[in-house]
């Protein structure tokens, strides 16, 4: 087994062999360069509480214990704000040794502020599929702005699959970026990952730096691409000449990289967590960035990063060009057949400030 990241052959090919066993055949699209969308099942049940099952205990029983009532999501659900919801998934795994996943929200799902997390039997940490599992999947959801309707099939989160351990060392990772431009706009701190800084100087003649959400809004059908009309679920925010955005505790952001982004198609991506040294707020749900992601010859140079924030317990002020999170790269085991964005109907390929691909 070639140590890296898994391409989308790769994928394709262990759910030929059973090392993923999905409830019905993979759909179109589900399969991207680096990493496969998972899908809801058909049972939902809202919780007490957030969980983890921990070693030795299955998450089903778990679910049991805490459930309030059991949703059948064949004809759709709408979940609501402020609740913790479990699904089951279709897709099940039998990894073999040597072989594990990590797991985040999609783009579409970070950027509507629906709080994703994958959990595993066993399992002592969200998003994580630990080497040589074999079992169910669940999705831990909720929505913290915008309720949403969801249904079997809904792809709300995604599983990248890795042998051995192919995250760059700062080393190597400088050198790329010096050879492949990872990052545009001059030299950024090599330091566990790339630096990425907030662009709070305006992106259009108007001065528009991002937006925040709106309370009290209509459904998000998650399935429905163009069917919200953005002023219904969002306040522009525009530059004020200060440079500095203060961000309230109970409201959440989108905001866009300063710099452009680069994935070269020998390479994974993914922004890593909340650093506690960078402030008070976490930066981006949906970590995930394909191959390809900002690369010339698939139709995507220019692209940004975007930014899905959340200040945490107190209101937090951010300046234009702040570091607000970094970028780790993984070496690819092969380089896959398409690259992002190269007719994929990739959403957020050479994008700016974006939101995500159900609004219009």
């Given at each position: 087994?070639?140590?890296?990241?898994?391409?989308?052959?790769?994928?394709?090919?262990?759910?030929?062999?059973?090392?993923?066993?999905?409830?019905?055949?993979?759909?179109?699209?589900?399969?991207?360069?680096?990493?496969?969308?998972?899908?809801?099942?058909?049972?939902?049940?809202?919780?007490?509480?957030?969980?983890?099952?921990?070693?030795?205990?299955?998450?089903?029983?778990?679910?049991?214990?805490?459930?309030?009532?059991?949703?059948?999501?064949?004809?759709?659900?709408?979940?609501?704000?402020?609740?913790?919801?479990?699904?089951?998934l279709c897709e099940a795994l039998a990894l073999p040794a040597g072989m594990a996943a990590s797991a985040n929200p999609k783009s579409s799902t970070g950027r509507i502020d629906v709080f994703t997390r994958v959990i595993v039997d066993g399992g002592a940490a969200f998003d994580v599929i630990p080497d040589g599992y074999s079992g169910p999947l669940y999705a831990e959801i909720s929505p913290k702005t915008f309720p949403v309707l969801v249904r079997t099939g809904s792809r709300l989160s995604q599983i990248r699959f890795r042998s051995g351990q192919p995250r760059l060392d700062d080393a190597t990772l400088a050198a790329l970026d010096r050879s492949e431009t990872l990052i545009a706009g001059g030299a950024h701190p090599v330091s566990a990952g790339v630096a990425v800084s907030v662009d709070l100087s305006g992106f259009d003649g108007a001065g528009l730096i991002g937006y925040r959400g709106k309370r009290h809004t209509g459904l998000?059908?998650?399935?429905?691409?163009?069917?919200?009309?953005?002023?219904?679920?969002?306040?522009?925010?525009?530059?004020?000449?200060?440079?500095?955005?203060v961000l309230d505790p109970s409201e959440f952001y989108i905001l866009a990289s300063k710099e452009a982004v680069h994935v070269p198609p020998d390479y994974a991506a993914e922004m890593v967590p909340f650093d506690p040294l960078v402030g008070e707020f976490r930066v981006h749900y949906a970590g995930f960035f394909d191959p390809g992601f900002g690369h010339m010859a698939a139709g995507g140079a220019g692209a940004r990063a975007v930014l899905e924030v959340r200040s945490h317990d107190?209101?937090?002020?951010?300046?234009?060009?702040?570091?607000?999170?970094?970028?780790?790269?993984?070496?690819?085991?092969?380089?896959?057949?398409?690259?992002?964005?190269?007719?994929?109907?990739?959403?957020?390929?050479?994008?700016?400030?974006?939101?995500s691909k159900h609004f219009k």
């Open positions: 087994m070639v140590d890296g990241i898994f391409s989308d052959a790769m994928i394709e090919a262990m759910v030929r062999t059973g090392q993923i066993r999905p409830a019905a055949p993979p759909v179109a699209g589900q399969i991207q360069p680096a990493s496969m969308d998972l899908r809801l099942g058909k049972r939902c049940w809202r919780v007490r509480a957030s969980f983890l099952p921990g070693p030795g205990r299955n998450a089903r029983d778990r679910i049991a214990a805490i459930a309030l009532h059991e949703i059948d999501l064949s004809d759709g659900a709408v979940l609501e704000t402020g609740c913790v919801y479990v699904a089951e998000v059908d998650v399935d429905k691409v163009g069917a919200c009309r953005i002023a219904d679920y969002w306040e522009p925010l525009t530059a004020d000449g200060s440079g500095a955005l107190v209101p937090f002020i951010i300046e234009d060009g702040q570091i607000v999170g970094r970028l780790v790269y993984e070496r690819m085991a092969e380089r896959p057949r398409t690259l992002y964005g190269a007719g994929l109907g990739s959403n957020y390929q050479a994008q700016g400030l974006k939101l």
